[in-house]
């Protein structure tokens, strides 16, 4: 049984690198990292009724456990190359495997990414991938560079993701822009290849602006300051909730996979030219600042309320 769904996986993403010694079928992968390179390595879990609803499409969860990977890798300014897949499934189901297969494969192949080995087990439905890549030594971005008086950017729109989320708890129709933000994100790896030379932190939005900024601060030493109407909004949140709510789902809304970036003011006309290159929206949100945490001002310059800071697993 476990043979058939490894066996169902291989065959939707047969790796298409020739950097793949040994892919699936042997004890372990072997993998030739380019010289000169660094080794970029993340996983993330995603558990049942915990990241995503119960009957969510497998073809979606293959993509998005790639997805948000990748998104991390990106926020790291680096390449993309390789995953392996960790699934626990509660029984041997085939159309679930080879679903989920397909939804992966589709990303995968769209970012030139093999998947290399993994492991399936039985019990709760969970979903581990680890997405492995490369930077050239030296060059990978971390959350850790902001100063003072840098600019602070993010890339694409805030508060889809959770505006789809929102619809469908409350059984609302969902507008299908939003609904592809929540379950097909688009990680931002060709930013951030392009942000590899331009930013000074850059850290992935996974879950909420606010709280993802706030590691960013405080790996750097510092604070920031973002301007509530400064917000990217796309015009599906806009149409489908009032401003204020949008802009509660914009700075705490998990699963944006939007990359949250500073830079020095001497990097700014870079960056817009370096986004604009591959088709995506950036918008400067605020400034890095002493202290520490992230304050929201509105336009009359007064502190702001943030509706509450990120997902946390452990919370009492
Ligand atoms: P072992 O018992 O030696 O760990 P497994 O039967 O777990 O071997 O795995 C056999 C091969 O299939 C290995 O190469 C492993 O990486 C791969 N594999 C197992 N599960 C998956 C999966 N879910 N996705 C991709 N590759 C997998
Ligand atoms: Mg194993």
């Known amino acids: 049984m476990e043979f058939g769904l ?7 993403t047969g790796a298409g690198r020739r950097d793949v010694v040994l892919g ?14 660094q080794l970029v390595a993340c996983t993330d879990t995603l558990v049942e009724g915990v990241h995503f609803l119960r009957g969510t499409a497998p073809e979606d969860l293959g993509w998005k456990s790639l997805a948000v990977n990748l998104s991390d890798l990106a926020a790291m300014g680096a390449q993309p190359a390789w995953a392996m897949l960790a699934l626990t499934l509660p029984a041997a189901d085939a159309d679930f495997v080879e679903g989920f297969a397909t939804g992966f494969a589709e990303l995968a192949r769209a970012r030139d990414v093999a998947l290399v080995g993994g492991d399936t087990t039985q019990g709760p439905l969970t979903i581990t991938v680890t997405a492995l890549g490369c930077v050239p030594h030296g060059a990978a971005l971390t959350r850790a560079g902001a100063r003072i008086g840098h600019d602070v950017f993010v890339t694409g729109t805030l508060g889809d993701a959770a505006g789809a989320l929102r619809k469908m708890l409350v059984r609302d ?19 951030g290849l392009a942000l590899r030379s ?23 030493g510092v604070g920031a300051e973002l301007e509530l109407g400064a917000l990217p909004l796309s015009a599906d949140l806009c149409a489908a909730f009032d401003g204020e709510t949008c802009r509660g789902f914009a700075l705490a809304g998990g699963d944006d996979y939007e990359l949250c970036f500073t830079a020095p003011e001497s990097s700014a006309d870079a960056i817009l030219a370096a986004c604009a290159n591959v088709n995506l929206r950036v918008t400067r949100i605020g400034r890095v600042v002493a202290g520490s945490g992230v304050r929201v001002l509105d336009a009359a310059g007064r502190v702001v309320d943030v509706p509450h800071a990120g997902w946390e697993h452990f919370a009492p």
Do not use: K
């Not at 097909?184 to 930013?191: I, K, L, N, S, T």
């Not at 709280?211 to 960013?216: I, K, N, R, S, T």
């Open 6 to 12: 490894i066996e169902a996986i291989r065959a939707r």
């Open 24 to 37: 699936i079928g042997d004890d372990a992968a072997l993998l030739d990292v380019p010289a000169g390179q």
């Open 173 to 191: 129709d969902v507008p299908a822009a939003l609904r592809a933000r929540l379950d097909r994100p688009e990680p931002r790896v060709r930013a």
């Open 198 to 220: 331009l930013a000074s932190a850059c850290i992935d939005v996974s879950d909420g602006l606010a709280a993802d900024l706030g590691h960013a601060c405080t790996a750097s």
